[in-house]
């Protein structure tokens, strides 16, 4: 995600007045909104998967169907949800609740909370491409060679025909503009027929992990948001 871009928002409601008054909040949190009348055209919506946030209004017919939806989908990465409410009570399933009249006071704090979450959860599952060819190294001393096709806070994608779910293996990966090589160990979560797995870390020497953290933290470029009102 580059400065010039925005999370995106999908905004379940029928009622004008909330929009005007939620709005202009997503717009200074660089959260471009589309809106949806309904519960079934929302799953639609949901199914392409770019949504980051949805904002559900409680009062529409079927909310908790949707709500229910949501995290009965196969998609392990979910979007963040904030349900606006007329009553106080805690809805289960929705990470950010706001209760009715929303003002621009309430509903800058509840956002605000719901787009720090949305942060920790684009860091944590965005991948960067780095193309590099490496040497796995296996516990039992065999070698071989693969390439890193991206890389993330919590693992690497490869290409490669030559590993199995479960494997364990460590490779030193020279990232694109830093100091120094890094050394990763690495278990193999899934593969694919056509030579493409994915690769959870096991453990990584703290300097090490430093190096990598800076790294992702410089190719995560989102804007940060304003305060309500400000130029």
């Known amino acids: 995600m580059t400065s010039d871009m925005a999370f995106e928002c999908l905004f379940v409601t029928r009622d004008p007045g909330l929009f005007r008054i939620v709005d202009p909040i997503l717009r200074n949190l660089s959260i471009a909104t589309n809106v949806c009348l309904s519960s079934s055209k929302a799953m639609s919506e949901l199914d392409r998967g770019t949504t980051d946030l949805i904002v559900i209004d409680w009062d529409n017919e079927d909310s908790s169907g949707l709500l229910e939806n949501i995290w009965q989908q196969p998609k392990r990465r979910k979007p963040t949800i904030v349900a606006i409410s007329g009553s106080n009570a805690r809805i289960l399933g929705a990470h950010v609740c706001l209760t009715k009249p929303v003002t621009a006071e309430s509903g800058e704090k509840s956002f605000k909370s719901a787009y720090s979450r ?114």
């Open 118 to 231: 949305m942060l920790v959860d684009y860091r944590q599952h965005a991948r960067h491409g780095v193309m590099q060819p490496v040497v796995a190294a296996y516990e039992d001393g065999r070698m071989a060679a693969m390439v890193v096709t991206d890389i993330s806070v919590r693992g690497v994608g490869l290409s490669t025909k030559d590993v199995a779910v479960g494997d364990v293996f460590s490779i030193r990966l020279r990232l694109p503009g830093a100091r120094r090589e890094i050394l990763v160990c690495t278990r193999v979560l899934w593969r694919r027929e056509y030579g493409r797995a994915g690769c959870e870390f096991v453990r990584i020497p703290p300097v090490d992990f430093v190096i990598l953290h800076d790294w992702l933290s410089a190719k995560v470029r989102i804007k940060r948001p304003v305060r309500v009102g400000s130029a």
